[in-house]
Nanobody, 120 residues
Framework: QVQLVQSGGGLVQPGGSLRLSCAAS????????MGWYRQAPGKQRELVAD???????NYADSVKGRFTTSRDNAKNTVYLQMNSLKPEDTAVYYC??????????????WGQGTQVTISS
């Protein structure tokens, strides 16, 4: 079974930092793109950042300069380093694996989500 298991998250003060991890496991040959999405209460889920297997990154304008995503292809793990956190960053964060190749199929998968709360 392919699974994406997230870790990290929690409560931090404005200006603080947090690091999220997401590890994909199962019969995985490769993953084209791994990304991070977030959804705040009453708001639409939005892309925060993503990264290709080649290391190309993409960030939402709201997090550019503050967040950094990286990945370890050998471990099928993606990270999101969040710095200078703001209250508006409060949301449930989900990781996503796109173009996940199992050898017999190719699709996308979601992590379980983790709560990030920025509050003073």
């Amino acid at each position: 079974q392919v699974q994406l298991v997230q870790s990290g998250g929690g409560l931090v003060q404005p200006g603080g930092s947090l690091r999220l991890s997401c590890a994909a496991s199962g019969r995985i040959v490769s993953i084209d793109t791994m990304g991070w999405y977030r959804q705040a209460p009453g708001k639409q889920r939005e892309l925060v950042a993503d990264i290709t297997s080649g290391g190309s990154t993409n960030y939402a304008d709201s997090v550019k300069g503050r967040f950094t995503t990286s990945r370890d292809n050998a471990k099928n793990t993606v990270y999101l380093q969040m710095n200078s956190l703001k209250p508006e960053d409060t949301a449930v964060y989900y990781c996503n694996a796109g173009g996940l190749n199992t050898g017999s199929s190719r699709g996308y998968y979601w992590g379980q989500g983790t709560q990030v709360t920025i509050s003073s």
